[in-house]
């Protein structure tokens, strides 16, 4: 079984992104269509040729907070509950066996999950593997996680990866986050954040598309990709997991 170390992925990713927006010249996912845009985020100047989906708050016209997306969870399953809760509600939305949910721990972080693969959560997305991430003090709902690869569905494919990943960020830019928190198109080590959004209360959602980068002609990097992580992250830059208390080493 797949170990989950999704928090510090998440933590990473936030710290990397924080100053804001990176250059993404040149990166762009392997496919037939036209190369994706370069990075954007709000607050800083969208390169030339790219759009904004409709919908989407613009840095000069800031949402009032009750209007801003609120990230309280997954479906029926919401931050805080306890895994009994989560079981229940993952049978509520997936109507899932208690024997086709399964648990694992992780070892460093001293937080507990449950996983459950999940046919078709995208419509025509192929198989994903949901996890929900207990905290190591609270033992309640901190993240939940969707993966898609090959170790998912062994049908899918680098196409299919890239156009769910199209979807749910063309889906995410309509939803109404924070507008100087969304971020899109942004290069990470082994990856591109196709989309990044916090709420009102700082709880997050991230897109990622992992893969393998080329160098193409005019030093254009192109991603294949390999797995699509998407993230719904109660509180990423201090996250319930185990550290060591400070002067103990």
């Not at 790219?50 to 209007?67: H, Q």
């Not at 459950?116 to 192929?126: A, D, I, K, Q, T």
């Amino acid at each position: 079984m797949r170990k989950i170390y999704l928090i510090p992925a998440v933590v990473g990713l936030l710290t990397s992104l924080a100053a804001g927006p990176l250059a993404a010249q040149g990166a762009v996912p392997k496919q037939k269509a036209a190369p994706a845009p370069r990075a954007a985020a709000a607050g800083a100047p969208a390169a030339a040729g790219t759009s904004v989906a409709a919908g989407a708050n613009s840095a000069e016209t800031p949402a009032a907070d009750d209007k801003i997306k609120a990230i309280d969870g997954f479906r029926s399953a919401k931050f805080g509950m306890n895994e009994s809760d989560v079981r229940a509600a993952m049978t509520k939305d997936f109507n899932a066996k208690p024997d086709a949910i399964k648990a694992q721990d992780n070892a460093s972080e001293l937080t507990h999950s449950i996983l459950l693969s999940v046919p078709e959560l995208l419509p025509n997305g192929g198989t994903a593997e949901l996890s929900y991430v207990f905290g190591y003090k609270s033992k309640s709902l901190i993240q939940v996680g969707a993966v898609w690869s090959k170790g998912t569905d062994a049908a899918i494919t680098p196409e299919k990866l890239f156009s769910n990943a199209n979807i749910l960020r063309a889906h995410f830019m309509g939803e109404g986050f924070k507008p100087d928190s969304i971020a899109v198109n942004m290069p990470v080590a082994g990856g591109i954040v196709m989309f990044r959004g916090s709420d009102a209360k700082d709880r997050s959602v991230i897109l990622l598309l992992q893969g393998t980068f080329e160098n193409k002609e005019n030093n254009q990097r192109v991603l294949t990709p390999t797995s699509l992580l998407l993230f719904y992250v109660a509180d990423a830059k201090s996250p319930d997991i185990f550290k060591l208390p400070p002067g103990q080493f």
